[in-house]
């Protein structure tokens, strides 16, 4: 256990479904960060929140749609993915302007 | 803009052999440096860090050293065992931010 809580840890969904990934952390971190990690690619970061607020979105299409309702949680939301969404996707968390990141364990999302 | 550049993998070695795995960056400022290690299942943790020039980062029996003049952090381990068997990532964090950046990430496979 890391200090990062990613759930769940697996989900297979439909191109129709809608579903969630939820991220927690409780190490009083105030920043949050959302990765995509696909076979044999580099690690893409998604989204980055500090103090709960969006800084960066990487041109991530708009069937992900992030929220961070407080400091501790971090949620992804899911709709009509497409097969080439799946992969396993990574949140963490930082104290911003310190050094490195808490990852989560991921949860590897398959989209049938 | 700031990047990373690891050695591709795989790298196949057997037990008790030497590791290197090669990692160069570029950035405009002074970064900090880190490794971070996936093993299978999971998500990322972070191996070790160097924050300044001339720094050794050191764990589980890895080190790396933070080579301005040559812009480098390679990490080395002078006898792998195969629970050493992961995918390994260089990253580097802007100081004023703390936002990392990855690199590629090298699987290393140690057979007994």
């Known amino acids: 256990e890391t200090g990062v809580t990613q759930t769940p840890r697996h989900l297979v969904m439909g191109m129709t479904n809608k579903k969630s990934l939820k991220c927690e952390q409780h190490l009083g971190h105030n920043a949050m960060y959302w990765y995509k990690q696909s076979a044999k690619k580099p690690l893409e970061l998604m989204f980055v929140y500090s103090l709960e607020e969006r800084v960066e979105n990487n041109s991530v299409p708009s069937r992900f749609s992030p929220e961070c309702p407080n400091s501790s949680h971090l949620f992804l939301h899911l709709h009509t993915l497409q097969p080439e969404d799946s992969a396993l996707y990574l949140c963490?968390?930082?104290?911003?302007?310190?050094?490195?990141?808490?990852f989560g364990s991921g949860t590897r999302l398959t989209v049938v | 803009g700031d990047s990373v550049t690891q050695m591709e993998g795989p790298v196949t070695l057997s037990e008790e052999a030497f590791l290197t795995i090669n990692c160069t960056y570029t950035a405009t400022g002074y970064p900090s440096l880190f490794w971070y290690v996936q093993y299978p299942g999971e998500g990322l943790q972070l191996l070790l860090k160097a924050t300044k020039a001339d720094d050794k980062g050191s764990n589980k029996g890895f080190e790396a050293t933070y080579r301005k003049e040559t812009t480098s952090f390679h990490l080395e381990k002078g006898s792998v065992q195969v629970s050493d068997s992961a995918v390994y990532f260089c990253?580097?964090?802007?100081?004023?931010?703390?936002?990392?950046?990855f690199g590629a990430g090298t699987q290393v496979v140690v057979t007994p």
């Open positions: 963490a968390s930082s104290e911003q302007g310190s050094y490195g990141y808490t």
């Open positions: 990253a580097l964090s802007d100081r004023s931010w703390g936002k990392l950046q």
